[in-house]
């Protein structure tokens, strides 16, 4: 991911708690990663956030319309 890539992620997983810090993989204008004592986390840092921020299967809607005045 580009450097503004990690840190708004790194800045997602901060809200979420999760402890996790932007740096470059090896040159600082090619791919940045998440990392954690060393150690890269970029994946799992990732998938945790997607896990946070899913939005659940919505539920099959069942209703009805009822027309009101003003539609008629």
Same mark, same amino acid.
């Given at each position: 991911?580009?450097?503004?890539?990690?840190?708004?992620? +790194?800045?997602? &997983?901060? $809200?979420?708690?999760?402890? !996790?810090?932007?740096? #470059?993989?090896?040159?600082?204008?090619?791919?940045?990663?998440?990392?954690?004592?060393?150690?890269?986390?970029?994946? +799992?840092?990732? &998938?945790? $956030?997607?896990?946070?921020? !899913?939005?659940?299967? #919505?539920?099959?809607?069942?209703?009805?319309?009822?027309?009101?005045?003003?539609?008629?």
């Amino acid at each position: 991911m580009t450097e503004d890539q990690a840190l708004m992620v +790194q800045k997602f &997983a901060r $809200l979420r708690g999760l402890d !996790a810090e932007a740096a #470059p993989l090896d040159d600082p204008t090619g791919e940045w990663r998440l990392y954690r004592d060393g150690a890269d986390v970029t994946a +799992q840092v990732v &998938a945790a $956030l997607k896990e946070a921020f !899913a939005r659940p299967d #919505p539920a099959p809607v069942r209703g009805f319309i009822i027309p009101t005045a003003a539609s008629r």
